[in-house]
């Protein structure tokens, strides 16, 4: 949406850096952990000279998408633009991997680099290369999604970490996750997948009819939705996980392509222009029958899936328990009875010492946003049809069900879940370990009215559009809308055994919240507009939160769309008047770093709120905060929950500046206000939208056993395909795997 109406110079030093479009695919580390590094660990340039904080210590790891094998990329480099199409999220792309280790501040701190290369990775690469003009084959993005009409889902790998410690005698293992797909665990050295977590036949697909089109045998790489953060138990070692299901939502999703491809039908007389390297076997007479009554069986086994798609009960979510060594272990979740329903997504989930907590997280998995983008540019105003019919506003509330930990038994297959509602939507939250007297209680960022499953897209803008910046910058495209209300940080107390919130408390709205203030005269708080990720001392298990970090993306013009303001200005739990809400974002607000202090409940008076936001440094105008991590300070003997120092990643400007407008910032803990201690970066180290963070104190070569070898975890599936796909599998995904699984 174009909602400037001048050029002006104020405008222009208030857009959102335009450097978070572009992002390095270049992997850097040691020979001797990374046979594909195009060079050695990055030596980080302090900015202006300052000395390193003498307290940092570990390493930390951040993740972010770094586009595709087919993203249009920078002319001879590894520098690519994943969202240059106008209709692919920065959250689709192949997950990176960096690890920032601080061990040898003498030496300075290093950077290693690696992508997360799954099979379907392997998979993809192959598929560009030997069979581009197969469209079945090749993969291709569909909104937040990577996919194969022929191979599947890709599993990208790009969204959290969990760190996990099932002994005292073992090194830190750690896993890398996103919410589609499993998690895999790494060696935190080489920074290399070393196994899936469960099998494939150890999880269930998203939805038999996206496991099982008409016709054609089950993907390869089916489609699995889990959670992008688990859950560690370091008490008693056990990892949980969530792997659930979807009905009637997601098969209107196989009818898009279909409108595609009929206007697009005249295509089938193409000739191709090249013959696939990919060999097909020739069918005998035999196998010809064979094939014939195998599609037979699976057109009837379609329809059977048809039919139990259209079902309530085809909807599923189950707990998942995992101990490291050996299989999953799996309940599934009731509610009154019947087979839980989540409407979104579980995007995380919480853990205390007697309760699982699941919660249906504000990142909408609808088919609006796994659906391709038009094939032709005279097709988007279908798109903008399909977009306006299908798309609807996240849930304006957040339905939490609670799972006691003493029902996942041995030999039991199901439990019942408790419901609770908590007012206004939450994508991320934390919750104590802690739960004493059965009172759970939850850290919510209440993104309210802010929908990070909606992206900035070419359909956002018409060619008459007056442009709302200038013609040298790049649209936002890829970029996650921007907040269409103001924000508000809750900490609740839930009665776990009568499922019934017990305390509330929340943020103010106003900068100032002084009694007797006149309502016409209040100022909206400048500080909590759009929470994004969190950073806290991880105690292993924190007992009770007293200090969480919080980054905020701010408001920002060039990221508020005319598709957003109509679905969410009738938005249930509205403080800001639209009108307001327009001038605010136009005049901008500053991207945040803040501090929020949770006072222990037994200290409060009655009516007193137990939510303080005690320390804060606002960015300069055209900077962006994200990925905000905590590294406990190893001079440090207090054990404060700030004791320590506080690492982010900081955006500006373009990607055309020496440091490719993207840094990494270090403050300290107990005093962000007083700004960033020392500002890094390195001349090859272009980030994308980074997303999580972890810390670990040591890594080391993996030692543990667990492993799925990649062949024997594929060959069902594989055994059930055309010989073209059981050739690529052998050619062009086995091998890189076979050293590893001998």
Not at 102 to 115: A, C, H, K, M, S
Not at 404 to 431: M, N, W
Not at 445 to 460: F, G, N, Q, S, T
């Amino acid at each position: 949406m174009n909602t400037s109406q001048k050029q002006t110079s104020e405008t222009v030093s208030t857009v959102f850096p335009r450097s978070v479009l572009s992002v390095n695919r270049e992997e850097f580390g040691k020979p001797e952990d990374n046979p594909d590094p195009q060079c050695s660990p990055l030596k980080l340039i302090e900015k202006d000279g300052k000395p390193l904080p003498e307290g940092l210590h570990g390493h930390v790891f951040i993740i972010s998408a770094a586009g595709s094998v087919d993203s249009k990329n920078s002319p001879s480099t590894d520098v690519v633009f994943p969202s240059a199409d106008g209709y692919t999220p920065f959250y689709n792309g192949d997950g990176i991997i960096y690890r920032f280790d601080f061990d040898n501040l003498p030496e300075g701190i290093f950077v290693n680099t690696r992508l997360a290369k799954t099979p379907c990775y392997y998979a993809d690469v192959a598929t560009q290369k030997i069979a581009p003009d197969r469209n079945n084959l090749i993969f291709e993005n569909r909104g937040i999604m990577r996919m194969s009409l022929q191979l599947g889902i890709r599993n990208q790998l790009n969204t959290g970490f969990l760190p996990l410690k099932f002994s005292n005698g073992e090194p830190d293992r750690l896993l890398v996750t996103w919410d589609i797909g499993r998690p895999y665990e790494i060696d935190t050295k080489t920074l290399e997948l070393a196994t899936p977590v469960g099998k494939n036949e150890e999880w269930r697909p998203l939805n038999p009819l996206l496991a099982d089109l008409p016709l054609q045998p089950p993907f390869p790489f089916p489609l699995v939705q889990s959670s992008a953060h688990p859950c560690f138990d370091y008490k008693t070692g056990e990892m949980f996980n969530v792997n659930s299901g979807r009905s009637l939502s997601t098969f209107i999703s196989q009818l898009r392509p279909l409108i595609y491809g009929v206007l697009d039908f005249i295509n089938i007389f193409k000739k191709p222009t090249d013959t696939p390297p990919i060999t097909k076997t020739p069918a005998s007479p035999k196998n010809l029958f064979q094939g014939l009554l195998e599609t037979g069986k699976r057109f009837v086994q379609w329809l059977y899936n048809l039919l139990q798609f259209f079902n309530i009960f085809n909807n599923f979510v189950d707990i998942v328990c995992w101990d490291g060594t050996g299989n999953l272990k799996k309940w599934n979740v009731t509610y009154k009875g019947c087979p839980l329903r989540i409407q979104q997504s579980m995007h995380q989930i919480g853990l205390t010492e007697n309760y699982v907590v699941l919660v249906d997280t504000a990142f909408k998995f609808l088919l609006e946003e796994i659906l391709p983008a038009p094939s032709k540019k005279k097709y988007e105003n279908v798109e903008k049809f399909l977009r306006n019919w299908l798309d609807r506003p996240q849930l304006p509330d957040t339905y939490v069900y609670i799972v006691s930990r003493e029902d996942l038994k041995e030999g039991r297959k199901k439990v019942e879940a408790k419901k609770v509602v908590i007012p206004r939507e939450t994508t991320h939250f934390l919750t104590d370990y802690s739960d004493s007297g059965n009172k759970i209680t939850l850290h919510m960022a209440h993104v309210c009215a802010w929908d990070v499953a909606e992206w900035i897209r070419a359909i956002d803008f018409d060619d008459t559009d007056e442009k709302p910046l200038s013609n040298k910058l790049p649209p936002m495209y890829g970029m996650t809308v921007g907040p269409l209300d103001i924000s508000r940080m809750g900490c609740y107390v839930i009665d776990a055994e009568n499922a019934k919130v017990v305390r509330s408390d929340l943020t103010s709205v106003y900068q100032d919240n002084s009694p007797g203030q006149q309502a016409e005269k209040k100022e909206f708080c400048q500080y909590t507009w759009g929470p994004a990720l969190y950073a806290y001392q991880d105690n292993q298990p924190t007992e009770k939160f007293q200090d969480i970090y919080w980054s905020f993306f701010g408001a920002w013009e060039d990221i508020l769309t005319e598709h957003g303001l109509k679905m969410y200005a009738p938005y249930k739990y509205r403080e800001v008047p639209v009108p307001e809400l327009l001038e605010l974002t136009k005049k901008g607000i500053k991207s945040n770093l803040l501090r929020l202090h949770i006072k222990p409940l037994e200290s409060v008076k009655d009516g007193e709120n137990r939510l303080e936001i005690q320390d804060i440094y606002q960015f300069e105008t055209d900077y962006f905060v994200n990925s905000p991590q905590f590294i406990p300070s190893k001079t440090g003997v207090d054990g404060s929950s700030t004791n320590g120092y506080i690492m982010c990643v900081v955006y500006h400007g373009t990607d055309d500046q020496p440091d490719n407008g993207n840094q990494i910032w270090i403050f300290d803990a107990t005093n962000l206000k007083q700004g960033p201690l020392c500002k890094l970066w390195h001349p090859q180290l272009n980030f994308g939208i980074t997303v999580h963070t972890t810390w670990l104190p040591k890594i080391a070569k993996r030692t543990a056993t667990y492993n799925i070898p990649v062949e024997q975890d594929y060959q069902d599936l594989v055994a059930q395909q055309p010989a073209e796909i059981q050739e690529l599998f052998e050619k062009e995904i086995y091998p890189h795997f076979k050293s590893k699984n001998p």
